[in-house]
């Protein structure tokens, strides 16, 4: 069964800190990988990707760290605010999963505590 | 620009009923998606329409079915409803199929089953 692990379930960090949030993945066949940030009573947001054949991806304060033979990946934010405070899912999509299926962690809620 | 449109936004239903979302996808975006949303199982796939096609469906009960319009506007309807479909019913559209990049969530409609 196509599967993807994330962790932690939430995080607590001071603003100005960096919180990590990491994510397996089992599906060899994936070959995108994106980070979604939800705030309440919205929808996902895309918030960066990355496919396999880079090891890093920066955008703004916003990076993520690609380790394939390892499968795994994880969403640095940099220099986090109050404004980060939301849930985030990592997800996962490739050939292997048929037409375009994000599979999803189950989401980290970050709290950035100012 | 518009983003992607989900009504109504809250429903209450009761077991045993039927309940027909709705879902308007971004201008000229053909391809729309749809995920459920629940504490404990996260974001799960359900279908994906393309060009009035089912071309995807996840792992779900035949109670759960949609289709796709002319002008890729989506319903999904899910009948006899239970308890267990209390959820986030979130609606995502592309341009196409496997459109990593222009995919896009709307705000959702939250269902609760009393």
């Known amino acids: 069964q196509q599967q993807v692990k994330q962790s932690p379930q939430s995080l607590i960090v001071q603003k100005g800190g960096i919180p990590i949030i990491n994510c397996a993945y089992e599906n060899t066949a994936f070959d995108y990988f994106p980070w979604y940030q939800q705030f309440p009573g919205k929808g996902p947001a895309l918030l960066i990707a990355?496919?396999?054949?880079?090891s890093e991806k920066k955008e703004g304060r916003f990076t993520i760290s690609f380790n394939k033979s390892a499968k795994q990946f994880s969403l640095h934010i940099m220099d986090s605010q109050p404004g980060d405070s939301a849930t985030y899912f990592c997800a996962a999509s490739g050939r292997g999963a048929g037409s375009y299926q994000l599979t999803f962690g189950k989401g980290t809620k970050l709290s950035v505590i100012p | 620009k518009a983003g992607v449109t989900q009504t109504p936004r809250y429903l209450i239903k009761t077991r045993g009923q039927q309940v027909t979302l709705s879902c308007s996808p971004i201008s000229g975006h053909r391809s729309v998606s749809w995920y459920q949303q629940t504490p404990g199982q996260g974001l799960q796939f359900l279908f994906e329409y393309f060009s009035e096609t089912q071309r995807n469906k996840g792992n779900f009960p035949g109670r759960f079915s949609g289709r796709q319009f002319s002008n890729s506007r989506s319903e999904m309807n899910v009948s006899t409803l239970e308890l267990g479909d209390s959820a986030l019913y979130l609606c995502?559209?592309?341009?196409?199929?496997?459109?990593?990049?222009?995919?896009?969530f709307g705000s959702g409609t939250r269902l609760t089953v009393v």
């Open positions: 990355i496919r396999p054949d880079v």
């Open positions: 995502a559209s592309s341009f196409q199929p496997r459109d990593n990049y222009g995919y896009t």
